[in-house]
């Protein structure tokens, strides 16, 4: 069976730092990644997915990036955060191909202070 | 691109009455309708999707309908119980790799 992972699960960091926030997938290949924002009390904002090694798409133009380093690993950074980055961050991935269903991450919860 | 409305924003119902979350899309091209059900705190799950080649589908007390023609699609949750109390996301795809999610509503059910 296929499982999700995410690190770290909470983070508080100050205004100006980086961040690095990791996803990993287990148990499937070629899978589509991506990355999703939820404010607090908010709806699901796409961020970035990825169908393939290297391959980012971007959704949202701001100040954070993806990377695909490897085939089931994902990652989210920013070099500068602002105090509007906090947030929910989720992780999911769906069958490479022919695969609608998204499986959702346990997600990292951000604050920005 | 895709967009998706979702109502209403909050529903309170009584246990065991019946709940309905109504979404519409704008993309003629979307076949895949997913719904997640978003505990406090958690990750959302996928509850129950409906594809556009079928109008109905049920899974013990959930079910969804899709109306393609009006491009418009429900979730219905009958015996409302406590642990159906969440907040729920409609979602559309035009294709294999993304979602288009409504804002949420949230369901409280009264005991």
């Known amino acids: 069976s296929q499982t999700i992972h995410q690190w770290p699960a909470t983070l508080v960091q100050p205004v100006g730092s980086p961040l690095s926030l990791e996803c990993t997938v287990e148990?499937?290949?070629?899978?589509?990644l991506y990355w999703y924002r939820q404010a607090a009390g908010r709806g699901l904002q796409l961020l970035f997915y990825s169908v393939g090694i290297g391959q980012i798409s971007s959704e949202v133009p701001q100040n954070l990036s993806a990377s695909r380093p490897q085939d089931r690993q994902f990652i989210l950074s920013s070099k500068k955060l602002l105090l509007s980055d906090s947030g929910f961050y989720l992780c999911?991935?769906?069958?490479?191909?022919?695969?609608?269903?998204?499986?959702f991450g346990p997600g990292t919860r951000l604050t920005v202070t | 691109g895709e967009n998706v409305e979702q109502h209403p924003s909050t529903l309170s119902v009584q246990e065991g009455d019946s709940a309905v979350i109504k979404c519409t899309y704008s993309?003629?091209?979307?076949?895949?309708f997913p719904w997640y059900k978003q505990e406090l705190g958690k990750r959302p799950q996928l509850i129950i999707d409906?594809?556009?080649?079928?109008g109905e589908k049920k899974d013990q007390r959930i079910a969804v309908t899709l109306n393609k023609t009006a491009k418009h699609f429900s979730l219905h949750i009958t015996e409302t119980q406590p642990e159906d109390s969440a907040v729920y996301f409609c979602?559309?795809?035009?294709?294999?790799?993304?979602?288009?999610f409504g804002a949420g509503t949230t369901v409280t059910v009264r005991a």
């Open positions: 148990g499937t290949s070629n899978p589509n």
């Open positions: 999911a991935w769906s069958r490479g191909t022919g695969g609608h269903e998204q499986y």
């Open positions: 409906i594809r556009s080649n079928v």
């Open positions: 979602a559309a795809s035009p294709n294999d790799y993304k979602l288009s």
């Open positions: 993309d003629s091209a979307s076949n895949y």
